[in-house]
């Protein structure tokens, strides 16, 4: 196996085997969604129209599960907070792994917690009644499409991990940049719902846009050209915050 | 220094015109030194005097400004990889992952120089076994007092049995029992041939394990020798003399001015100086220190320590941060 690809999962295993002993992150990629999901079908549901899908829960659940990988990355934010913090990417830098291992085993960890999370998102809707509406295929390509959009984001997170003092400043920089961005789409209510001005944001957010391309592999949702916009967005979000985040990471670490 | 020792392996470290400046300060201005294979030394200096700076220069964390470093035969800068599977290094502040336990931490630690999973979990357990870890090893490292936590830093510094080892202030924070272990430990490991640079702000510990010794202030390489050489340099008997409470130190100095070639220093209501001789020295003190009015708690004189040879040559004392400094 090439040395950067072992050194990768070395980095990514150490990654995951902390969040089995730390609670409180277990509960973030798995209760929280989950109370996201309840919360939304059953105080909003009500008063949310969804003219051309069956329920609210056809309509929210690929919104919810796109805002909930994207956030995913919070645990490369965090975790990369910690090492530059703790002096421990010191240590990575003194011996003789790639250097991009550090950064690529962060995220690719991401992968498998975004997985988890996917997984427990699914379960629930399946519980309270949503229901796949789209061929098999398309169902699979939709995890792609999340696994994707989940690992472009976790670049960004990565950058705002390396630019931060600290992991507490991760945690609510992340949020603060990343959370509105998730409201001002089609996630939770139908864009054609919200003032203009907010609509003009909202049609080019490429959440809005990976969102609907869920819709359509899920449930059959109007399709237009979201599913390549979709893979696109990723790619740009990638293209843009993975060499943004190396050279940060090279500049901070040899400080 | 010690050329004697150079005559058939090259030096184990080799640094020449070293330079490092962030923004306008100079951390290291111009520092040339040398450490045959398999000696120790010793590198002192005062805070901030750039020993950390050099050490993460010669580890390969940091790139030089200008000056060649070269270690175990290779280039610091060039040859950057080739020489991390050659180094170990145990940085100022312990760097481990505290959300794994002690022996999952040296395991990622073998396997990132490149062993087995199953390599690098004996070799890892040989090292809880030699740091004094084996019942903690499977705790979170998260739950290890600061000195546990040293000794584990320490112990990742061995996974690959480095040729060459880097000790930033290897013993501070650290028990004194622990620290006369690691004493021990760098005793065996430069008996099996190691070479270790240390930093260290304890003046015992360098006289104790350094084979050499480089004094380094504003990023300058100042004094260099074995700790006799430099003992002798700054010469002579030391007066030192502890002020009553509230007594005036410049008073003191000025009375005591006319028994020594240089100004004596003062520091906490301690009064240091070199005498010219050992005869009738306390008497006179006393008397001085009388007439002027100073109250004496205690007087002391006694031959040159690596403090002195440190003080005397850096115009301040070793800053070690004893426990009970800290609290005063
Ligand atoms: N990354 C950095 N950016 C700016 N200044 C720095 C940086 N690293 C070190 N310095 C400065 O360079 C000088 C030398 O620092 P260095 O850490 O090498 O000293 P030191 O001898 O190790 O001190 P100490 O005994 O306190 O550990 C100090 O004035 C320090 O403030
Ligand atoms: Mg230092």
Redo the contacts with the bound molecule.
């Keep these: 196996m090439p040395r950067i690809l072992s050194d990768m999962l070395i980095i990514a295993e150490r990654n995951l085997v902390r969040l089995p002993r730390s609670p409180d992150l277990l509960l973030a990629v798995t209760v929280q969604p989950v109370m996201f999901v309840l919360l939304f079908v059953y105080v909003f549901g009500g008063a949310i129209q969804t003219p051309g899908f069956d329920n609210y829960k056809d309509f929210l659940l690929p919104g919810i599960i796109v805002q909930n990988i994207a956030f995913g990355g919070f645990l490369t934010a965090l975790g990369l907070a910690e090492d530059m913090n703790k002096g421990l990417v010191d240590r990575f830098r003194s011996l003789p792994m790639a250097r991009s291992a550090v950064l690529a085993g962060r995220t690719s960890a991401d992968i498998v917690t975004n997985l988890l999370s996917i997984a427990v998102l699914v379960v629930t809707g399946l519980i309270i009644g949503f229901s796949f509406d789209a061929p098999l295929q398309n169902i699979i390509a939709g995890v792609g499409i999340l696994l994707l959009f989940g690992y472009a984001f976790s670049w960004v997170f990565a950058l705002i991990g390396l630019l931060v003092s600290s992991p507490e400043a991760a945690n609510s920089v992340g949020f603060i940049a990343v959370f509105p961005l998730t409201f001002i789409s089609s996630a939770f209510v139908p864009v054609e719902s919200m003032p203009s001005v907010l609509q003009t944001v909202a049609d080019v957010n490429p959440f809005t846009i990976t969102v609907d391309a869920m819709r359509h592999l899920w449930v059959g949702g109007p399709a237009g050209n979201a599913v390549w916009g979709a893979v696109v967005w990723s790619f740009v979000i990638f293209a843009i915050a993975a060499p943004l985040a190396v050279s940060r990471y090279r500049k901070a670490a040899s400080? | 220094m010690m050329s004697d020792m150079t005559t058939d392996k090259p030096p184990a470290i080799r640094v020449q015109g070293l330079m490092k400046s962030?923004?306008d300060?100079r951390?290291?201005d111009g520092v040339d030194f040398e450490v045959p294979a398999g000696t120790v030394l010793g590198l002192l200096?005062?805070?901030?005097?750039?020993?950390?700076?050099?050490?993460?220069m010669l580890t390969t964390l940091m790139t030089p400004d200008a000056g060649r470093v070269e270690v175990a035969g290779l280039d610091a800068v060039e040859q950057a990889t080739e020489l991390r599977s050659r180094i170990g290094l145990a940085g100022?502040y312990a760097a481990v992952d505290e959300n794994l336990t002690g022996a999952e931490n040296l395991t990622m630690v073998g396997r990132l120089y490149g062993m087995t999973r199953g390599a690098a979990k004996a070799r890892g357990q040989e090292l809880l076994e030699e740091f004094d870890l084996v019942e903690a090893a499977g705790r979170p490292a998260s739950t290890y007092s600061g000195g546990m936590r040293r000794r584990l830093d320490l112990a990742a510094a061995l996974v690959a049995k480095p040729e060459v080892l880097f000790l930033?202030?290897p013993t501070t924070g650290l028990d004194p029992r622990s620290r006369l272990d690691l004493w021990a430990t760098v005793e065996t490991l430069k008996a099996a041939g190691t070479t270790v640079l240390l930093?260290t702000?304890y003046l015992d510990e360098a006289d104790r394990l350094a084979d050499s010794i480089a004094v380094?202030d504003h990023?300058r390489l100042i004094a260099e020798g074995t700790s006799d050489e430099l003992k002798d340099r700054v010469g002579g008997e030391r007066l030192e003399v502890t002020l009553a409470e509230g007594a005036d130190s410049d008073a003191a100095i000025e009375a005591l001015l006319p028994m020594s070639d240089e100004r004596p220093v003062s520091e906490d209501g301690v009064v240091r100086l070199q005498v010219r001789q050992r005869g009738g020295t306390l008497v006179e003190a006393v008397k001085r220190l009388g007439e002027a009015g100073l109250d004496v708690e205690d007087l002391e004189l006694r031959r040159p320590t690596l403090d002195d040879v440190f003080l005397t040559l850096t115009g301040h004392a070793a800053?070690a941060t004893e426990p009970e400094e800290a609290t005063a």
Aim: glycine share 20%; no cysteine; aromatic share 4%.
């Design positions: 400080k | 962030f923004g300060l951390a290291v200096g005062p805070n901030g005097a750039g020993k950390t700076t050099v050490v993460r100022q930033d202030e930093t702000q380094i990023g800053e």
